[in-house]
C-alpha cells in the first residue's frame, strides 16, 4: 500500500497519513536521528511559523511535542506556545501546547505555566497543567515549582 503524502509548500511542514517508517510531522525515521544542527534550526523556523497560521496550528503543535527535545527553539517561540495556551479557542490546541512547553524543556514556560495554574478555570486543562508541572519537577528535582493544592473536581 502507498502513503499518500500533501507537501504544504507555504511553511515546508508534510502531512502524511501514518506509515511505519515516517513520523507524524513528515520527517522519515532514519533521516530525524541524522539531521545536522542547520537542519534542525529551519525545521524549527518552518515549525513555530506555521504555528501562527490556523490551519497548519494541529500539525505544528505535534512537531514541537515530537521534537521538542532537538528543536533549536528561543523564548520567542517559546512565548508562541504560551500564546496558544492562553489564547487559544480549541480546548485541544491549549493543552498540545502546555505540553509542547514541556516538551522543550523551558524553565520560563514551565514558570508562566505554574503561575497561571491556579487562575485556569478549565478543568481538563487544570489536569494537564498540573501533570506537565509534575513531570518536569520530576525531571527537574533540584529545582521544584511549587503548584499549590490540587483542588480540581474529577470530570467523571
Not at 490551519?55 to 512537531?63: G, K, M, P, S
Not at 493543552?95 to 478543568?123: C, P, T
Request: with cysteine; proline share 4%; hydrophobic share 45%.
Amino acid at each position: 500500500m502507498r502513503t499518500l503524502t500533501l507537501i504544504i509548500v507555504a511553511t515546508g511542514l508534510m502531512a502524511m497519513t501514518p506509515a511505519p517508517e515516517v513520523d507524524c510531522c513528515g520527517i522519515p525515521s532514519e533521516r530525524a536521528v541524522n539531521m545536522s544542527e542547520a537542519d534542525w534550526q529551519a525545521y524549527t523556523d518552518r515549525v513555530f511559523d506555521a504555528l501562527t497560521q490556523p490551519i497548519f496550528t494541529d500539525a505544528a503543535l505535534r512537531a514541537v511535542i515530537q521534537y521538542g527535545d532537538r528543536l533549536a527553539a528561543d523564548r520567542g517561540d517559546v512565548i508562541s506556545l504560551v500564546r496558544v495556551y492562553r489564547d487559544g479557542e480549541v480546548l485541544g490546541h491549549r493543552r498540545m501546547a502546555v505540553i509542547g512547553i514541556n516538551s522543550l524543556d523551558d524553565a520560563w514556560g514551565i514558570d508562566f505555566l505554574s503561575r497561571s495554574y491556579q487562575f485556569e478555570k478549565d478543568q481538563v486543562l487544570k489536569y494537564t497543567v498540573a501533570a506537565v508541572l509534575a513531570d518536569y519537577n520530576e525531571r527537574h528535582r533540584e529545582g521544584t515549582v511549587e503548584v499549590g493544592p490540587l483542588n480540581v473536581v474529577s470530570p467523571v
